[in-house]
């Protein structure tokens, strides 16, 4: 060979090494910047799924203030001596009141079932099933007040446990407290 065609062959080389080098560049590049867009879109997930839990728990715990401020009323009402809750008056619009609390918390148990996860959804049953439990005893027409108060005293306190089993859980998930 002579010393033309080895600088030709070296700068044939060095084009191709330089060509190379750049397509390898380029391709690890839009590589780097692919994974980069995917871990953003998962990252965005995850807050999206965080964001839709946190509502969905929070009408959970909307839901059954709800319920409470309506049991409330209707404790009143007994406690004042307005009647059974079999008597005509605003005993039905109080039933109404409670039942639509009921409903709602139940729309919101389907929320969280969609957010997820099933434990969360299993501890928001829990208040709801306490909370029908006291509904029946604030409607029972067979219970005097002094009954009724003393079984919902008690229903009153597992209400509170379970509230409080839900929150934890949801803090937990959340990452924003509990243990």
Not at 18 to 40: D, H, K, N, S, V
Not at 66 to 80: E, G, P, Q, T, Y
């Amino acid at each position: 060979m002579n010393e033309n065609t080895t600088a030709v062959l070296a700068a044939f080389i060095g084009v191709a090494g330089a060509l190379g080098g750049a397509f390898m560049g380029a391709w690890m590049q839009r590589r780097a910047t692919l994974e980069q867009i995917a871990a953003q879109e998962r990252a965005e997930q995850r807050g999206q799924l965080r964001t839709d839990r946190r509502a969905s728990y929070a009408e959970v715990m909307d839901a059954a203030e709800r319920f409470i401020a309506s049991l409330d009323d209707i404790v009143a009402a007994r406690r004042a001596g307005a009647g059974s809750p079999g008597s005509a008056g605003g005993w039905e619009q109080m039933r109404e009141e409670s039942q639509a609390a009921m409903r709602m918390l139940r729309r919101a148990i389907w929320n969280v079932r969609v957010a997820g996860p099933e434990d969360m959804t299993d501890l928001a049953k829990g208040i709801y099933d306490v909370n029908m439990r006291r509904f029946e005893i604030a409607f029972d027409r067979a219970l005097t007040f002094e009954e009724m108060d003393e079984r919902l005293d008690r229903k009153n306190a597992e209400f509170r446990q379970e509230r409080s089993r839900f929150v934890a859980g949801a803090q937990r998930l959340l990452g924003n407290g509990g243990t």
